[in-house]
Nanobody, 120 residues
């Protein structure tokens, strides 16, 4: 089972993108816990997270512009990104909790990332 992100690409400043995260393979449950990003030469940083049913948390740099959501029934998570700036350019990673079977133990997994480039 792999975590697969999609929806990245090249967008102009001020534009929007919607990233998706889903599991490939047979699973019992898939819960997106958060989105992270890593820009060239920088450490991976938290962008947005939903933990234990609490209200979403956002990095200060994306508050008011990004929205994290998930559809547990569809085993999919999303990151809606609006008003993008060149500073948002990075590889975006999805972090999810996976349970392969009803009785199986849940484990945490990362996707391979999707590139987001904001440039005119």
């Amino acid at each position: 089972v792999q975590v697969v992100e999609s929806g990245g690409g090249l967008v102009q400043p001020g534009g929007s993108l919607r990233l998706s995260c889903a599991a490939s393979g047979s699973i019992f449950s898939f819960t997106v816990m958060g989105w992270y990003r890593q820009a060239p030469g920088k450490q991976r940083e938290l962008v947005a997270a939903i933990l234990n049913g609490d209200s979403p948390n956002y990095a200060d740099s994306v508050k008011g512009r990004f929205t994290i959501s998930r559809d547990n029934a569809e085993n999919t998570g999303y990151l809606q990104m609006n008003s993008l700036t060149p500073e948002d350019t990075a590889v975006y990673y999805c972090n999810a909790e996976i349970r392969r079977t009803r009785s199986g133990r849940a484990y945490n997994a990362w996707g391979q990332g999707t590139q987001v480039t904001v440039s005119s």
